[in-house]
């Protein structure tokens, strides 16, 4: 192995000193680190690898996700398949060339992406790290170079066994962090093999400081390398997530293009081609073009086959990252932004207090803090509502202490969209909500069990008061809201949740489960479940989602169950039954249908497909309440319809009729549930 002067200099230099009171920087971990960037600067120096072709086959994703604290996988936007040819010729030339490359888009909007998220890293970033053309991080310090001495501390961790292409190897890890947190620099862990100090694994997220986009939340890689030949490191599996979000105003939906690839097929025989001496790094297919010869799979089977909605991996480099620079805020947004949860937490529009406004604002501090308030106001009731949460995360477990003044809906879930109601409250006087004012105080403990189960434990003092009708539509005429008011309660909640994998419709199973117990002017207990789940039949899916609430004798009025209508019993009337108990479930046969594709702009489309959906329903409610407009079903209510899902399923169209007694045919139309969380 032939070695530089540089480098020769290099393995002389001693160890940077120890931090006092610290286990970083010592001579062992010193030694390891000079022997990795030596071999690192020529991993090559056998002469006998002159250059090479692999073959990376890879997806690139485009997810979206929303929601107050993001409590659901992300949705499935846009999926990339694509095969590159890779070239390589000592001492350092490499060129990509896309040779297969199909897309499909799943909601109606699409996505461009920097040409080097189409392709694989074939030097570990080489002394500097550059993503997205620079435009994302440019300039970032590698660790395992020689500018890395003098930035990065390092900390001998465990010894750990990989399993690679070519077998099990065991491996030193290595825990990064910048010395100066101001800097362009990487945080993360290093997988050195344990007699040669070769780089196995790296994965490593970013400080804020290395982010050129303020618009990007953060950015998370893992490379991993086997050996192959029984000489040579090379590129076998890579990942990676890039998460935005926008950067003035704090909003709960971020965007994700994910990349994973995996390269094999090495060819050591195969020269360079002469024509790619001079074509631009990542070249091949400007676009993606179909071909079914190279395709076997649909695309949407692969995409999902590759798990795009697993984050895990993801989620523990981040952990890691935050707590090797202890708790600081490793995201490239600014850390104060004014912000809400929904858009109808910015102006919306309900009968008891007409036109409504608010805004939000949002700090995060380092050391896992956050701090939110909002302030609201009702023209027409001239009601001030206002909130104030703190929030502190520590690994799994999130603590908040909150306390609010709040006119909201009584109900545990919404039937319509903040923004659909608003509109047929204003234009139609149709008011689906039933409204209460919440004075609360409380503290609440949410624990991720795993990637699936949560855990919800809170302890609150609510007060509820009732409202009156205070605005008028511009059409038509309101109707009374009722009496809900119910007084103080002290209460503790438990629920449990178990979230889905990514893609209801595919198979895939949620469930929630609720018990309240209250005391006040009465004592009581409340028991609630929701599920949503979906299976294969031959052609589509059947999907089944259920409601169910059981309250004991002197449930209060604002706790009670209600159905009937949208999101229960499509072609019922709107909540007319309800009380102390109720038991709900619908039936869906859903089915593709191919539409004509509309254009919405270079990169967005209405889609190619659409849903039909034949559904029945059945429902009963019993325990009636005095002094409710909902009352004791009278034995079980039950509807059949037809749903439509459109714009890739953004939009849900139901026509719905009842089978007992006389009714019309119901149609409603709304955004598709799933994004209601922000609208």
Known sequence: MRCSPALLALLLLPAPSALPGQQWNDPRVGELIRRAIALRETPFADTTLRHYRSLAHGFVFFLAQFGRGFPDPPRLGKADE????????????????????????????????????????????????????????????????????????????????LRPREGPIEVLTVQVRPRNFQRPLVVGTLYLERHTAALVRFQFSFTPAAYRDKGLEDISVVLEQSFYEGRWWLPYRQEIEIRRRASVFDFPARGIIRGRW?????????????????????????????????????????????????????????????????????????????????????????????????????????????????????????????????????????????????????????????????????????????????????????????????????????????????????????????DLGSGSYGLGRVGLSLRSRGAIERGDFTAQLGLEGGSGPTDYLRLSFRSDGAVPAGEGHLRLRTVAGLGSDRLPRARSFVMGGRGTLPGETHRGYGGRAILTAQLEWRLGVPVPAVGLGPFASTGKRAILAPFMGIGWAGGRIEGLPWVPSDGSRAVVGLAGELLQGLIRIEAGKRLRGRGVIQITADIAPEWWPIL
């Open 82 to 161: 694509l095969e590159v040819e890779v070239y390589w010729e000592a001492p350092n030339l490499s060129k990509q060339r896309i040779v297969g490359w199909r897309d499909e888009s799943y909601l109606p909007y699409g996505m461009n992406y920097h040409r080097d998220h189409l392709g694989i890293v074939t030097n570990n970033y080489g002394p500097v790290i550059r993503i997205g053309d620079g435009d994302e991080v440019r300039d970032a310090v590698h660790p395992l170079s020689l500018p890395g001495l003098g930035e990065y501390d390092f900390a001998l961790g465990d010894t750990l066994t």
């Open 262 to 482: 995996e390269i094999g097929d090495y060819d050591f025989t195969a020269t360079f081609p002469d024509q790619l001496r001079s074509a631009t790094e990542y070249g091949g297919l400007p676009a993606p073009r179909p071909d079914t010869t190279r395709w076997t799979t649909p695309l949407r089977t692969a995409a999902e086959g590759a798990e795009p909605f697993d984050r895990r991996e993801f989620d523990e480099i981040k952990a890691k990252a935050e707590d090797l620079v202890a708790r600081r805020v490793l995201e490239g947004m600014p850390h104060t932004r004014l912000g809400t949860t929904a858009v109808s937490d910015l102006v919306r529009v309900n009968r008891v207090q007409g036109l409504a406004l608010g805004l939000g604002s949002a700090h995060r501090i380092n050391g896992g803090y956050e701090v939110r308030g909002t302030f609201g106001y009702g023209l027409s009731d001239r009601r001030v509502t206002a909130a104030l949460a703190a929030t502190l995360v520590r690994g799994p477990a999130e603590w908040t202490a909150d306390a609010r003044r709040a006119v909201r809906d009584f109900a545990d879930q919404p039937v319509v969209s903040g923004a659909v109601n608003s509109l047929l409250a204003q234009e139609a006087g149709k008011d689906l909500g039933d409204y209460i004012l919440a004075e609360e105080i409380g503290l609440a403990l949410r624990r991720k069990l795993d990637s699936r189960w949560t855990l919800d434990l809170a302890a609150r003092w609510e007060r509820s008061s009732s409202l009156v009708t205070a605005a008028s539509p511009v059409r038509n005429q309101y109707r009374a809201n009722p």
